[in-house]
């Protein structure tokens, strides 16, 4: 029973363009949800997050944005960078205003940027 | 500086024995967690501890025990290794900064291969 769904497996993109990751997930309770970057024999690395009050959140090139009534969220890196090039990981969270919760992951993204 | 760290980062074992994953953090944090990275890519948890207390455990087989030492440390003894144990184990602690909530450090992973 996956709860935090990443779809696509991978996703190629040239650089300089957009790269767009998707999550869906489907407890309503989660409030928190967090990007994490992984490279190859490395462990994730925490990249954005967002809470479930907000629709959007940016950092330079990278922006998170939540539609909680679909139970769906993104990814937007603009431009995207060969460095770029990792497995994305989406996470999420319940109990945002109590206790540290738990992270469900989905399974991950593999982004390869081209130059 | 590493902030969290784990040995050995490979591990290649035969079926029946016994091992330990060791890990450190020195970020000062009060939680930490193991996860195992499956074949099909899932990041699952194992277990947290929190100020030496096992405080989640999601029905992993008792052949796993984790162990703190101290705040710092939180090891993973595993007993009687199966061929399903090969996998990549990451550790991670937990932390609080502003405006980032449930933020996970994880270590590089250690790749235990049964066989």
């Known amino acids: 029973d996956q709860q935090v769904k990443q779809n696509s497996p991978s996703l190629s993109v040239q650089e300089g363009r957009i790269s767009i990751l998707n999550c869906d997930y489907t407890?309503?309770?989660?409030?928190?949800f967090l990007w994490y970057k992984k490279y190859p024999a490395e462990g994730p690395t925490f990249l954005i997050s967002?809470?479930?009050?907000?629709d959007k959140n940016e950092d330079g090139r990278f922006t998170v944005f939540l539609n909680k009534s679909a139970k769906h969220l993104s990814l937007h890196i603009v431009p995207s960078q060969p460095g770029d090039s990792a497995v994305y990981f989406c996470?999420?969270?319940?109990?945002?205003?109590?206790?540290?919760?738990?992270?469900?992951f989905g399974k991950g993204t593999k982004l390869s940027v081209k130059p | 500086d590493t902030a969290v760290s784990q040995t050995p980062k490979y591990l290649v074992t035969q079926m029946g024995n016994d091992k330990s994953i060791k890990c450190e953090q020195n970020l000062g944090h009060d939680t930490m967690y193991w996860y195992k990275q499956d074949s099909k890519k899932f990041l699952k948890i194992m277990f947290s501890y929190n100020n030496k207390e096992l405080i989640i455990n999601e029905t992993v087989p008792n052949r796993f025990s984790p162990k703190s030492p101290d705040k710092a440390h939180l090891n993973l003894h595993i007993n009687s290794l199966e061929l399903g144990d090969s996998a990549v184990y990451f550790c991670?602690?937990?932390?609080?900064?502003?405006?980032?909530?449930?933020?996970?450090?994880f270590g590089p992973g250690t790749r235990l291969t049964v066989l």
């Open positions: 996470a999420a969270s319940a109990n945002y205003g109590g206790s540290q919760g738990n992270l469900i």
């Open positions: 991670a602690s937990i932390g609080e900064r502003e405006g980032i909530h449930n933020e996970q450090f």
């Open positions: 407890n309503s309770m989660f409030d928190y």
């Open positions: 967002i809470s479930s009050i907000k």
